[in-house]
């Protein structure tokens, strides 16, 4: 398999997931200005879309959508406990999660990637953010992740986007519970393997 990723875009969940599933994989970065990969690869050619993640699967197709890929990644390797086995209840549970993050929390502060945003624009999806952040703090209760007391890939997808809040410098001070979370999920030893190849640490 070969993960086509941007440093701490969204595509660092899947990175995290593969690597807590153990699964060997490639990684290649994508230039996302110029659309290449580090390979040498016209990225459009790999994913019309023009964004990652992307994952080129080991029979040559590639398969795209965080939310999706997370749940492919999770599938592979069942005995990870990275997702809960398709069709139950718990797996509906996640993939919930999967979609709150990705269309609540991903796209929301996302928005702050844009050039363009205006400072009206800007304020008011840092507000939204923080209303799905007091709902977070709302469901994690004293748990110490999304579902209980099992990581899964919801985990990996939202420690992500939440590391984009450093990024745009937004203070987290009102939210110690989701702070906590994350620095929990930072130790994590695939974690900080996932951050180290992205050159976000040492
Ligand atoms: N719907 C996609 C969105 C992916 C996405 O937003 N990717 C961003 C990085 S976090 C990206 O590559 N943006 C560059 C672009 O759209 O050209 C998903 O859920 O995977």
Same mark, same amino acid.
């Given at each position: 398999?070969?993960?086509?990723?941007?440093?701490?875009?969204?595509?660092?969940?899947?990175?995290?997931?593969?690597?807590?599933?153990?699964?060997?994989? +490639?990684? =290649? #970065?994508?230039?996302?200005?110029?659309?290449?990969?580090?390979?040498?690869? %016209?990225?459009?050619?790999?994913?019309?879309?023009?964004?990652?993640?992307?994952?080129?699967? %080991?029979?040559?197709?590639?398969?795209?959508? =965080?939310?999706?890929?997370?749940? $492919?990644?999770?599938?592979?390797?069942?005995?990870?406990?990275?997702?809960?086995?398709?069709?139950?209840?718990?797996?509906?549970?996640?993939?919930?999660?999967?979609?709150?993050?990705?269309?609540?929390?991903?796209?929301?502060?996302?928005?702050?990637?844009?050039?363009?945003?205006?400072?009206?624009?800007?304020?008011?999806?840092?507000?939204?953010?923080?209303?799905?952040?007091?709902?977070?703090?709302?469901?994690?209760?004293?748990?110490? $992740?999304?579902?209980? =007391? #099992?990581?899964?890939?919801? %985990?990996?997808?939202?420690?992500?986007?939440?590391?984009?809040?450093?990024?745009?410098?937004? +203070?987290?001070?009102?939210?110690?519970?989701?702070?906590?979370?994350?620095?929990?999920?930072?130790?994590?030893?695939?974690?900080?393997?996932?951050?180290?190849?992205?050159?976000?640490?040492?």
């Amino acid at each position: 398999m070969k993960l086509y990723y941007y440093p701490g875009a969204c595509s660092m969940a899947v990175h995290i997931a593969l690597r807590e599933a153990g699964i060997p994989f +490639d990684l =290649d #970065k994508v230039d996302l200005a110029k659309h290449r990969t580090a390979d040498g690869e %016209d990225f459009y050619k790999i994913n019309p879309k023009g964004y990652v993640p992307a994952l080129r699967l %080991d029979d040559g197709q590639v398969l795209t959508e =965080d939310a999706v890929l997370l749940q $492919y990644v999770a599938d592979q390797k069942s005995t990870s406990g990275l997702a809960p086995k398709a069709g139950t209840m718990e797996r509906y549970r996640v993939m919930e999660w999967l979609n709150f993050i990705s269309s609540e929390m991903h796209k929301t502060l996302g928005a702050l990637f844009n050039p363009k945003i205006t400072p009206e624009w800007k304020e008011d999806r840092i507000a939204l953010f923080g209303r799905r952040c007091n709902f977070l703090v709302q469901q994690l209760g004293g748990k110490p $992740y999304l579902t209980g =007391d #099992k990581f899964t890939i919801a %985990d990996a997808y939202l420690f992500t986007i939440l590391g984009w809040t450093n990024l745009f410098k937004l +203070d987290m001070g009102k939210w110690p519970a989701l702070q906590s979370y994350a620095g929990r999920i930072a130790a994590r030893p695939a974690v900080k393997e996932a951050m180290k190849a992205e050159g976000l640490i040492k």
